[in-house]
C-alpha cells in the first residue's frame, strides 16, 4: 500500500509563493512518474504538472506554465510544487498521485493509481 502525504498549502495573496510537498510511503517511488492536480469548488478535477520517474522530463498545463515548477527527491521519496505568482484564480484543493501507467496523457486521471488526501490553496487578491 502506497500513502502520499501533501503539506505546504496555505493562504497567500496575489503575487505571493508557496511551496508544496508530497512525501510517499513504499520503496518503489523513484519507479514512477508523479503528477499534481487540482480542484476547485464546483469544478473537475485538473492537472497540473507532472514529472518522469527519474525527474528527467516534466510537463505543465497552459495555465502555470512559467510560475510553478515540480521537482522531486528520489532519495527522500518526495515531490515538490514550488508555486510563484499566485493568481486567485490558483485557488484549490492541491493533490500528489502516482502515475501507473508508463506513457499515455499525464493529463488523464485515470492513469494515476494513488491520491494524496489534498492540501488547500487559497490566494487573495
Known amino acids: 500500500q502506497v500513502q502520499l502525504v501533501e503539506s505546504g498549502g496555505g493562504s497567500v495573496q496575489a503575487g505571493g509563493s508557496l511551496r508544496l510537498s508530497c512525501a510517499a510511503s513504499?520503496?518503489?517511488?523513484?519507479?514512477?512518474?508523479m503528477g499534481w492536480f487540482r480542484q476547485a469548488p464546483g469544478k473537475e478535477r485538473e492537472f497540473v504538472a507532472s514529472i518522469s520517474f527519474n525527474g528527467g522530463n516534466t510537463d505543465y498545463a497552459d495555465s502555470v506554465k512559467g510560475r510553478f515548477t515540480i521537482s522531486r527527491d528520489n532519495a527522500e521519496n518526495t515531490v515538490s510544487l514550488q508555486m510563484n505568482s499566485l493568481k486567485p484564480g490558483d485557488t484549490a484543493v492541491y493533490y500528489c498521485?502516482?502515475?501507473?501507467?508508463?506513457?499515455?496523457?499525464?493529463?488523464?486521471?485515470?492513469?494515476?493509481?494513488?491520491w494524496g488526501q489534498g492540501t488547500q490553496v487559497t490566494v487573495s487578491s
Open positions: 513504499g520503496r518503489t517511488f523513484s519507479h514512477y512518474a
Open positions: 498521485a502516482r502515475k501507473s501507467v508508463f506513457g499515455g496523457n499525464s493529463y488523464y486521471t485515470g492513469l494515476y493509481d494513488y
